[in-house]
């Protein structure tokens, strides 16, 4: 597990190093950074599971001025009940269907996208629910920080099916909910969107 404050300095440090390799143009600054970054991912690695190489290799995908990434998740009713997806690659718990927002995505159209690809139904967005720093949830410490979008979509079309990533599709009644995925749904965040199934009027929830 890793400790949440070790976390977010490692987390301010790549931050800090990524966007000094974006705009520095004179070539010690540029090695100052990458060696900022190297310390970055040291400090991930003393306080978690990763190995260094791992955490750098994560830090050196990462492009440009540093920003939150953006996840969305469709809250999607039928009958009273919510639709969850089984995970199939991780935990093999229930969450929201979801993931990341591509490049070249709107929010609506990515998560249109990813509820068909792991549920099988096709939906129209309605509403944005809420944006939540991940951070400020129950979810585990992520080595990411992440901006979670719950998008209200109604079905429109199509079926339960498997994926490459689900294994299940199923709407749940609110007294019984599934053992979630932690990492990408928590029990808060899916009374929350009850709250807003009884209440359409409530506006969007924000962090």
């Known amino acids: 597990m890793i400790d949440d404050r070790w976390l977010q300095w490692g987390q301010r440090l790549q931050a800090i190093a990524q966007n000094g390799l974006t705009y520095a143009e004179n070539p010690f ?5 990458s060696q900022l ?3 970055a991912a040291e400090i991930i690695a003393a306080h978690s599971g990763l190995t ?7 830090f050196a995908e990462e492009r440009g001025y540093a920003t939150p990434k953006v996840d969305v998740r469709g809250v999607v009713f039928k009958d009273g009940g919510i639709l969850l997806v089984r995970e199939l690659v991780d935990d093999g718990r229930w969450t929201l269907p979801g993931g990341w927002v591509d490049v070249g995505e709107s ?8 509820v068909r690809e792991e549920s099988g139904y096709e939906t129209r967005p309605l509403k944005l629910l809420a944006v939540f720093d991940k951070r400020r949830h129950e979810h585990p410490p992520d080595l990411l920080h992440i901006y979670k979008l719950f998008i209200h979509c109604e079905v429109v079309g199509g079926s339960a099916a498997r994926s490459a990533e ?11 909910i599934p053992e979630l995925s932690m990492g990408r749904t928590t029990h808060g965040q899916i009374a929350r969107m009850f709250e807003h199934l009884r209440n359409p009027g409530l506006s969007a929830d924000f962090d």
Not at 167 to 173: L, M
């Open 29 to 33: 600054d540029k090695e100052r950074y």
């Open 37 to 39: 970054r190297e310390i």
């Open 52 to 58: 260094v190489e791992r955490a750098a290799d994560l």
């Open 107 to 114: 929010p609506s159209e990515a998560v249109v996208r990813e």
């Open 166 to 176: 689900t294994e299940g599709a199923e709407f749940f009644a609110e007294d019984g």
